[in-house]
């Protein structure tokens, strides 16, 4: 796994020293997370969440709406409709929990940054290699979250392994977007607003509803949310209609890790390197 | 201390924070192999020069190189031989004592197999190896001012910055860190620490500067120090009451000079006995007389008027 961000690091910061000095900082996670053995709570719940979302709305509230008309025509259940959202918000909930909370707290209170940048390893590093093991916590979620989507029948086994990087990327983006904004943050308190927002965001990304039945303000609003993005790339994903038009989503998805890794370097370099 | 290569060398330093200067205009020089100390009272720009030489803070003017490179330009390949031993101890809380040592290595890229060797040898030297499995939260003070050292060596570097090693450690816990960095200066390891305690500077620096308001108001080795800037006894009186001034004008002309502090009186001189059965000579009853050698606190006192820890 290590190998995996080691490479995925070395592609974006196009250095091999540097993808290894940010692996170390993901394996730090991994030997905290081995000792810790509370983690696995963490783990436990962010893939409980969704999947009681999944039986309850899916299947209860399925029950109410029927069938869902597809882009191409299909009609398919509402919950074959429902699981790649409320995956996709299961990457959104996992990277938002260990990017902004824990990040913060390892910053702020753990001081394990002073420390770590009295070594070669640099801010950008940090952020990469935190991001690294976000997107490993992801992975955990979202594959256990696809094998219940294969159980359940709502897509194939196949289709669920193209979903895979689709939703490790939804945790990538707003694993960026969460460390950016963990930065900003002064004091416990501001978290509430990450709640509110997420929570919203979740609502309201065209995760129960298609966004055509959105007024159309809401429908040009939505378009900012990373969510709604990675809702509709997976759900092309699972439900078998991807297009070119997708790309479009991809790119978003993209330049909110972008961003966000930026952003978040930036401001880890002002507050820790004065 | 002569002819060695110089290591750190710093030119005219400064560290501005906005309208606050913390370093004003320094000149230091650590050659290979020394213990060079920074000596001087809370706010007097110690830590402020240990992070720039650590490369996590740049300077806002001046020259500095350190290991022959540019801290602004070569900053991880600086810190890549650097250990650091900052203030407050900053040790992974996730980890046990022998994962803080071996997750430490990895970030300066030392495979696997060499950090958890050298992790080993690190707990026996600083004499935490029956603690090797313990989470930080159990370890009392002076064993994680321990870790926090073993954990700046653990890339075996060529330069090791202590900033305060022992501030706030009981006396025992103390003399088992300073009996240890001993041991790292016999071993030919460069130190840099800094301290507002005169006897670790005493103890552990072959050569250092007193800081004061950003600024290094004098450079020597300890004894040099103390011969410029002090006599070599100094006689301690009380009179259990806070009116002082009344018997400084008693005391004038006993000694070389004579120092007025908020609960006691210091007459400096050579001849310590000497000068204090003058005081009785003059009919004066000190409820307390103390005669012993000078220290780096009175050459502190006398350079800048004011005591290194604040008795208040």
Not at chain 2, 119 to 139: H, I, M, N, T, Y
Not at chain 2, 217 to 230: D, F, K, M
Request: proline letters at 4%; a neutral charge.
């Amino acid at each position: 796994m290590i190998m995996v961000t080691t490479a995925v690091a070395r592609v974006l910061a196009g250095d091999e020293l540097r993808a290894r000095r940010a692996a170390a900082v993901t394996e730090r996670n991994l030997v905290a997370f081995r000792t810790g053995g509370t983690y696995w709570w963490l783990v436990v719940s962010g893939f409980a969440e969704p999947l009681l979302y999944l039986l309850a709305i899916g299947w209860g509230v399925g029950a109410l709406v029927g069938d869902m008309e597809l882009p191409d025509g299909r009609v398919v259940p509402y919950l074959t409709f429902l699981a790649p959202a409320l995956l996709a918000a299961a990457a959104m909930n996992g990277a938002i929990a260990e990017s902004t909370m824990n990040f913060f707290a390892k910053m702020k209170f753990a001081k394990l940054y002073d420390s770590v940048l009295n070594t070669p390893v640099t801010p950008v590093e940090i952020a990469f290699g935190e991001l690294g093991w976000a997107m490993l916590r992801g992975a955990m979620y979202t594959g256990a979250f696809l094998v219940v989507m294969v159980v359940l029948d709502v897509t194939s086994p196949v289709r669920a392994l193209a979903a895979f990087p689709a939703a490790l990327l939804v945790g990538f983006a707003f694993g960026a977007l969460g460390m950016a904004f963990a930065t900003l943050m002064r004091s416990w308190q501001d978290f509430d607003y990450v709640g509110i927002v997420q929570f919203a965001v979740f609502l309201f990304s065209g995760t129960f509803v298609p966004v055509a039945s959105y007024p159309v303000a809401m429908q040009v609003l939505v378009q900012v949310s990373p969510l709604y993005h990675g809702v509709e790339l997976i759900r092309s994903i699972t439900t078998g209609t991807v297009g070119w038009g997708h790309l479009w989503h991809l790119a978003y998805l993209l330049a909110a890790v972008v961003l966000g890794l930026a952003v978040a370097a930036r401001r880890m370099a002002r507050l820790l390197l004065g | 201390m002569d002819g060695g290569e110089a290591l750190i060398r710093a030119r005219g330093l400064v560290k501005r924070f906005g309208e606050f200067t913390a370093v004003d205009g320094i000149d230091v020089e650590v050659r290979k192999g020394e213990a060079f100390g920074f000596l001087g009272p809370n706010g007097a720009g110690k830590s402020s020069t240990m992070r720039m030489i650590g490369c996590v803070s740049a300077p806002t003017g001046g020259e500095l190189a350190i290991l022959g490179m540019d801290p602004l330009r070569q900053g991880p390949a600086i810190r890549a031989r650097l250990g650091v031993c900052p203030q407050e101890d900053n040790l992974d809380i996730e980890l046990t004592a022998r994962e803080n040592l071996t997750t430490y290595a990895r970030y300066f890229g030392i495979p696997r197999a060499t950090a958890r060797r050298r992790a080993d040898q690190l707990l026996e030297f600083v004499q935490l190896a029956d603690r090797a499995g313990s989470k930080v939260d159990q370890l009392s003070g002076g064993m994680r001012r321990r870790l926090t050292i073993a954990r700046s060596l653990v890339n075996e570097p060529d330069i090791v910055l202590l900033d305060e090693p022992t501030t706030g450690l009981d006396p025992q816990a103390r003399h088992l860190v300073w009996e240890r960095l001993f041991r790292l200066k016999r071993q030919g390891t460069t130190l840099v620490l800094t301290t507002h305690y005169m006897d670790e500077a005493e103890q552990l620096c072959d050569r250092l500067v007193v800081m004061d308001g950003g600024r290094i108001a004098a450079e020597g080795s300890p004894r040099e120090l103390i011969e410029q800037h002090a006599t070599r006894e100094v006689v301690e009186l009380r009179f259990g009451v806070t009116a002082l001034e009344p018997f400084a004008d008693k005391l004038a002309g006993i000694g070389e000079r004579l120092e007025l502090l908020p609960d006691r009186i210091l007459l400096y001189a050579d001849d310590g006995d000497a000068a204090a059965a003058e005081v009785y000579a003059r009919n004066l009853s000190p409820s307390g007389v103390l005669v012993r050698r000078a220290s780096l606190e009175d050459v502190f006192l006398h350079l800048t008027g004011r005591t290194l820890v604040e008795t208040g």
